[in-house]
């Protein structure tokens, strides 16, 4: 992954949310230890208080737990939460922001739901 320094998301979500895919793809299991603030900060070139930030974040998101003097681990509840945050803001933001587009658009409320049908079976409109 590379890190989009023009964004106007900070790093340490970035981060985090980086964090929260290798767990979703299986990368990073369940009772896992984490990467550490330093390994993040070689990773990617950025201040390990940076980093810090981002592991921060899933540990107040109960994401990470920490095993005192061992560093932060994989939540065994780490895809279910991620999955109902994802769910709850990303995808609720992109659905609101797609059917705003179909209203401009005249798209009737049927050929929305069949683009989106064939988007999730992989195939291109054209």
Known sequence: MILNTDSTKPIYIQIAEWLETEI??????????????????????????TAAKGINLLAEENILYKKRGLGMFVSPQARPLIRKKRKAHTLTRLVQELVAEANSLDVEEEELVQMIKAAKQGKEEG
Do not use: H, R, V
């Open 24 to 49: 979703l793809k299986g990368n990073i299991k369940d009772d896992e230890k984490m990467y550490s603030q330093y390994q993040l900060a070689e990773m990617f070139t950025i201040n390990p208080a």
